[in-house]
Every structure is written in structure tokens, then in C-alpha cells.
């Protein structure tokens, strides 16, 4: 357990804990409330890896979400608690469908640019708004982009009902974008597009910018002490303000990413893409640090792969997914004062001590038992010794039998 | 035309409809607010309130459908067997989704609370991820629900009405509290009752103290989690209420497990009034108003998004004139420090003024 200890550090031991309760989670609900448990368990945790097609999905499904981790790294990192990546996520793909939609007679190397250029414009719009009512006004940063988000997607379910819809589907959901006008493929076996690889650039170009750069570590600034940074020159206020446009840009990003192969309908009336949810839990889990972004989101993607493919083989809520992502992040809150480690330890020495006091308690009981076994058997030797034999009765009978 | 459509909005606006929603939204947002005023006063920024009213809500409506469901045991509606057990199913049905409403929110409050006081999360992190919990359990009873058959699950019993004779002869009134709700006289007892609890009891004045001054408390030997756990409970117990109503009081199949922020809109309602009760009740009616509207308006516009958006643009309209208000008062003090600095004004001379100005 030392070894343990010494090798892995207690941040790493509760993340490992907390995934794994979380799969116990997933593992007891599917038990609890699916009769066909069976084919349940095998498409929850097998069936997303069970092809290079579903491995390819399941990492395109984690693109946007990396996105929206790595702009929320970027604001939590400032301690600028906004979730407007939700909004700016929806609002740019609302646009970048319209955008495509209309784009018909266009070539392809002015419409994917532009429709990118459109996604990183409207995340950085969303972003800079609860940013500049906490910047100007002092409103409180979560609390306005919480309603930021509201009021874009009501923005959106309007975009969507009057200028996108297509109802020859049979719910609410926008035309398709042509196929022509999607991300080219970089690894045909898997359907990656590059999209991901975009990821994994603004993955490393993001780590580089927040840890080896003169303006990650103004953000970092802020983020530990406001008035610090203040007092040896730097504009918090700005910086603030820069980190949150950024956020919003990159959540846009993911946004336009989405609509361009992922997820070519625009299908959000009424309520959050989960997959937003989904990219705000996995900067949580990792610290906001972008380098491990692409690790969480790919784990909690992979929770959420499993829910839908549970949903399409026995009608499972797909909320699972969403719920075990919930758990893992509070499973992480609630192990963080402890070292895992030490508590297992802990606990090994408890089950020890509990078996030990099982095993002398059996033992006793054994002991007692024989004893009276024992006793018994003694007993029964005893009063087998006086009961006169069958031969001395007979004996006696017959002797009793002469007198007479 | 433009005539005819102004006709119909103001038709809309003043019928009895467009009231009665009104009520309704107020009575529940008003019971997430007053919520969020103890958790204020606890001192915790009660994010997670979205949570609470939701799993209390979906507990509230799927326990009252289930046990309905289990005492009607299939019959079919209109036949003797049905007849015979609606009544009891009906009154069993809605006590148990409030005790089941209740009982559900307080653990997720006391979750909520274990992991903010004890584990030291962040607590807009840690609301944010309860929220999504409460929306991903929702969601699950949702999808539960419509699997099961007639004899697992049927609609739900609402919350029984009172009818008032006497009002029900009042022509406008008489539509509005003529049957009311058993969530309406509540309601309006619920904002006194937390007032005289949060300004003239011990524990009302501990907690100021929980949301000011942490180190009197610590003085004066009083543990200031614990006081917060009692102060949350408290809070839990009326955002809990709010989703009941949500769930029972209203038309209970038109309830929805799809988001709308009324938890946020609460949390808006206290902090654009600085926490402070009647101020924060006006903003609630003022929300309740704009909210209406949406459902209301929705013969004469066919864009319904467009209209609840508008809930949202008032409510950050409310927050912006807050901290417009705030800016000046904070202005004005300043301006007031440097006269007396400077000598040109006096503490005496200024209360004379007010006096002046107040007769």
C-alpha cells in the first residue's frame, strides 16, 4: 500500500476511486432496473468498444465535449465560474446549421472556414456577455451565464422551429447538412475527422498557453489572487474578460465541430445537449487542467456511448449517462479530503480485525460445541456402561423364570 | 388587424387564464425564493435550490402516480371497482407525493450540504453538478414511467381544492380564489412565518450571524456547520415545497421534466434584492408577470420561444437595474465621506435634512 502511496499521488488514487464507484454505479442501476440484464450489461460496457467503428464514434462523440472542457478549463482556471459554454455551444451550431443550410451553391473551401469562423464568433459572443455584465455591473458571473444559457436556447428553439425545421422527421429537428459540406475524414477505419485532430492541437496549444506562457499564468494569477495580480501591474479585469472570450470561442468551436459530421441535424428544442454537461463535468474532474481534458471527456463519452447504445438495445433511460457523469464528479468532491490510499489501508485493517474477530468467535463457538460433544458422547458411554447387556437380561429373566 | 391583435393580447392579458397563471407561478416561485433567502442568510449561495425543486418535484408526481396506480390495481375508469377505490387512491395518492417530495428533496439538500460543509467543495461546482444529477434522475423516472403499463403507473392525483362560496360569488375574484388550491393559503402564511423566523427567533439571528460573521459565532461557541446544516434543512424543506407545487398544484399533465431555470429565477429574485424579503417578493411577482406571459399570449403569437425568452431578458434586466442602484447608493456614500472629510457636511446636519424631507 506504501508503494501505492508513494507511486501514485492521492489526486490520482481519488479519480481512479471515483471512476470506478461510478462503473459499480452504472453496474447496479442496470441491474436494479433492467429485467434483460445480461445484453443490458454487455451494451452499457462492451459494446462501445466492440469495433473500430463504435471506438471511432466514441471518440468523435468526445470532440465537442473536449471544446467546451478546454474553454471551461480556461475560465475556471480565472476563477470565473461562468457555464455560458452551454449557450455558446448552442448558439453557434443553431448558426452554423443555418449557415450550411443556405449554403448550397457555395464551394466547399469558402463555406467550412467561414461556417468555423461563424462558431468561434458566436461562442465568443456568448462567452463575452455574462463576462462583461460581471466586468461592468458586478452581477454575479454563474448566475447570468446560467440565464444566458436559458435565453439562447430559447433563441435557438425559435431559430430552429422557423427557419430550420424539417418535418418530414417525426420530432422536432433541422434538415440534414449536405454531406459535401462536413469535415474530411484523416483516418477513414476509425471516421475520425479533423475536427478531433483540431482537439488535440487546441489541447496541447491550450496546456502550452496556460503553463509555459506569459498569459496563462496572468489567467492563473487572477485566478489565485485578484488584488495580487492587480498589485504588480496586471488588469485582472481584462484578463478576466480575455479568458472568458476565449472559453465561449473555443465551446463555439466544438459547436460548429459538431454540425460539421458529428451531428449533422440540429436537434435541441428545449433542452441542454447533454454533451455540453458532459464537457463542463470532465474539466471539473481533471483540475481544469487541459493537458488531462481529453482523458476525463473520453471516460465520461464513453458512459454516455454506453447509455445510448443501452437505450437502442433495451429502451434503458439514456439519462444514465448523464447521471453517472453527475456521480463521478461528486464522488471526486466528497473523496477529496482523504488519501485513498490510507483509507483502504484503513479498511483492509478493519476487514483484518473483523475476520480475525469472526475467527474467534468460531473458534470458541467450535470449541463449546466440541465440548459438548464431547460431554455428550461421554455421557452416552456412561450410561451405555451401567444399562445391563441384552444377554445379563435374559440371564436374569431366565434365572427369575427357575425360582418361580 | 394591428387593432384586432392588440384587442386579443389585451383580451389575454386581463382574462382569468393569464391571473391564475400568474398565481400559480408566483406561488412557487415565491417558495424557491424564500428558500434561497435562508440559504443566503445560512450563508451559502444555494445554486443547487434548481436541484432540489426538481427531484422533489419528479418524486412528488412519479410516487403519487405509482401508489395511485398500485391502489387502482388496473381498474378500468368508470367501472364499480374504479369507483369504488378512487376516492382513497386519490387522497392516499397526493399525501404520498408530498412526503415523498419532501423526503426527496431534503436528502438532496442534506447531500448537497454534507458535500459543501464537510468536503469543502466549491459550491457553484458542486450546485452545478447536483443540478445536473437532479435533471439526470428526472429524466430517468421519466423514461422509467413510460415503460411501465396502466397497473405500474397512471396519472397522478393533484393537490385537493377549497371552495369558498362566499368568494365565489366576487365577479373577478371569484374565478381567481373562488376553488384555489390548498397551496395558495400556505403560500401566503410562508413568507411571515420564515420572517418571523429569520428576524425575531434565536435561530434567525444565529443564522445572520452564519451569513456575516463567522467568527462570532466561533466566540460565542455555537459550531457554525451545524447551524448552516439547520438553516439549509430549512431552505431544503421550501425549495422542496416549491417543486410540489410545481408537480401537484398545477395541471399535472401538463408537468414536464424539461428545464426552466425557476430554480435560477429564484436565486435571481433574492440577489436583485439584496436578500432583503419584500423586495424580493416584488421581483418575484414581477417574474411571475412576464412568465404568464408565455402561456397567455400563446393563441395570439405563434412564437412561443421568443415570449418565455423574454422571462430571461427581464430577469438579467432586474439584475442590471440592482447593480445600477447599488452602483449610485455606493456613489452617494462615497460623495458623502469626502464632504465630511472636507468639512462641508456633517452627520447632524445630514439627519436634519432626512428629517426635513421625511415630513
Given at each position: 500500500m506504501n508503494k501505492i502511496k508513494r507511486k501514485v499521488p492521492p489526486g490520482v488514487q481519488s479519480r481512479l476511486a471515483a471512476g470506478f464507484l461510478t462503473l459499480l454505479f452504472c453496474l447496479l442501476c442496470v441491474v436494479i432496473f433492467e429485467p434483460q440484464k445480461g445484453r443490458a450489461l454487455y451494451s452499457f460496457f462492451i459494446e462501445p468498444f466492440s469495433s473500430a467503428s463504435q471506438i471511432g464514434g466514441l471518440i468523435s462523440m468526445a470532440t465537442p465535449a473536449i471544446f467546451i472542457a478546454l474553454g471551461v478549463s480556461l475560465m475556471f482556471q480565472c476563477r470565473?465560474?461562468?457555464?455560458?459554454s452551454i449557450g455558446a455551444f448552442m448558439l453557434s451550431s443553431a448558426l452554423v446549421t443555418m449557415f450550411l443550410l443556405r449554403g448550397n451553391e457555395k464551394p466547399n473551401w469558402y463555406l467550412i472556414p467561414v461556417a468555423l469562423l461563424i462558431g468561434i464568433l458566436a461562442g465568443a459572443l456568448v462567452g463575452m456577455l455574462p463576462a462583461l455584465l460581471s466586468y461592468k455591473s458586478k452581477i454575479h458571473v454563474a448566475l447570468s451565464s446560467l440565464l444566458v444559457n436559458y435565453l439562447v436556447l430559447q433563441l435557438t428553439s425559435y431559430l430552429l422551429i422557423s427557419h430550420m425545421q424539417d418535418f418530414s422527421q417525426g420530432e422536432i429537428t433541422s434538415f440534414q447538412i449536405p454531406q459535401r459540406m462536413w469535415l474530411a475524414e484523416f483516418w477513414p477505419a476509425l471516421g475520425l475527422r479533423w475536427g478531433t485532430l483540431l482537439a488535440i492541437v487546441a489541447t496541447i496549444v491550450l496546456y502550452l498557453l496556460l503553463y509555459r506562457g506569459k498569459t496563462g499564468y496572468g489567467i492563473r494569477m487572477v485566478g489565485a489572487s485578484e488584488a495580487t495580480a492587480n498589485y504588480v501591474g496586471l488588469s485582472a479585469g481584462a484578463i478576466a474578460l480575455v479568458s472568458q472570450l476565449m472559453g465561449g470561442a473555443l465551446a463555439g468551436l466544438g459547436g460548429a465541430i459538431e454540425m460539421m459530421?458529428?451531428?449533422p441535424r440540429y436537434q435541441w428544442n428545449e433542452t441542454f445537449p447533454f454533451i455540453t454537461l458532459v464537457g463542463i463535468l470532465a474539466a471539473v474532474l481533471v483540475d481544469y487542467n487541459p493537458i488531462w481534458v481529453p482523458v476525463s471527456t473520453l471516460f465520461l463519452s464513453y458512459l454516455w456511448k454506453g447509455a445510448q447504445l443501452l437505450y437502442a438495445d433495451t429502451d434503458f433511460p439514456v439519462y444514465l449517462g448523464l447521471a453517472a457523469a453527475a456521480v463521478m464528479v461528486l464522488v471526486l468532491f466528497a473523496l477529496r479530503q482523504v488519501v485513498v490510499a490510507d483509507e483502504l489501508r484503513r479498511f483492509g485493517r478493519w476487514v483484518i480485525r473483523v475476520a480475525k474477530a469472526i475467527g474467534r468467535g468460531l473458534q470458541r463457538l467450535w470449541r463449546k460445541l466440541r465440548a459438548s460433544l464431547q460431554g455428550a458422547r461421554a455421557e452416552a458411554r456412561e450410561t451405555a456402561a451401567k444399562k445391563p447387556s441384552h444377554a445379563a437380561k435374559k440371564e436374569e429373566q431366565q434365572q427369575d423364570g427357575g425360582v418361580q | 388587424m394591428q387593432t384586432e391583435m392588440l384587442q386579443s393580447v389585451v383580451g389575454s392579458i386581463f382574462s382569468n387564464q393569464y391571473l391564475s397563471s400568474v398565481i400559480f407561478i408566483g406561488i412557487y416561485l415565491m417558495l424557491l425564493s424564500l428558500g434561497v433567502l435562508v440559504g443566503r442568510r445560512a450563508?451559502?449561495?444555494?445554486?443547487a435550490v434548481e436541484g432540489v425543486m426538481s427531484v422533489s418535484a419528479t418524486a412528488g408526481y412519479y410516487f403519487d402516480g405509482f401508489l395511485r396506480a398500485k391502489l387502482l390495481g388496473g381498474a378500468q375508469e368508470g367501472s364499480a371497482a374504479y369507483e369504488a377505490v378512487v376516492g382513497k387512491a386519490n387522497t392516499l395518492g397526493w399525501l404520498g407525493g408530498v412526503f415523498a417530495g419532501l423526503l426527496a428533496g431534503l436528502l438532496f439538500t442534506l447531500l448537497f450540504c454534507a458535500l459543501l460543509l464537510y468536503s469543502r467543495a466549491n459550491e457553484l461546482i458542486l450546485g452545478f453538478a447536483m443540478n445536473t444529477l437532479a435533471f439526470a434522475i428526472s429524466g430517468f423516472a421519466f423514461n422509467l414511467a413510460d415503460r411501465a403499463d396502466s397497473t405500474s403507473f397512471v396519472l397522478p392525483a393533484p393537490l385537493p381544492a377549497i371552495s369558498v362560496p362566499t368568494i365565489q360569488e366576487i365577479p373577478v375574484l371569484g374565478g381567481l380564489f373562488g376553488t384555489m388550491s390548498w397551496s395558495l393559503p400556505f403560500a401566503i402564511a410562508a413568507p411571515f412565518v420564515v420572517f418571523y423566523l429569520l428576524n425575531k427567533t434565536d435561530f434567525g439571528l444565529r443564522m445572520r450571524a452564519a451569513q456575516e460573521n463567522h467568527a462570532a459565532l466561533i466566540d460565542a461557541g455555537i459550531s457554525v456547520e451545524k447551524l448552516q446544516l439547520k438553516g439549509m434543512m430549512f431552505a431544503g424543506v421550501l425549495a422542496s415545497l416549491g417543486g410540489i407545487v410545481i408537480a401537484l398544484?398545477?395541471?399535472?399533465?401538463?408537468?414536464?421534466?424539461?428545464?426552466?431555470g425557476e430554480g435560477y429565477l429564484a436565486l435571481v429574485a433574492v440577489w436583485a434584492s439584496a436578500g432583503r424579503m419584500g423586495k424580493s417578493m416584488l421581483a418575484v411577482l414581477l417574474l411571475a408577470l412576464v412568465s404568464a406571459l408565455s402561456p397567455a399570449l400563446a393563441g395570439v403569437f405563434n412564437q412561443t420561444p421568443l415570449l418565455q425568452a423574454l422571462l430571461y431578458v427581464a430577469a438579467l434586466g432586474g439584475m442590471l437595474l440592482h447593480s445600477y442602484n447599488e452602483r449610485n447608493r455606493h456613489r452617494a456614500r462615497l460623495r458623502f465621506q469626502r464632504l465630511l472629510l472636507s468639512g462641508e457636511e456633517t452627520v447632524e446636519k445630514r439627519r436634519l435634512r432626512w428629517h426635513k424631507k421625511k415630513k
Open positions: 470565473k465560474y461562468s457555464f455560458a459530421g458529428i451531428q | 450563508g451559502i449561495f444555494f445554486l398544484a398545477g395541471q399535472v399533465k401538463d408537468f414536464t421534466i424539461m428545464p426552466r
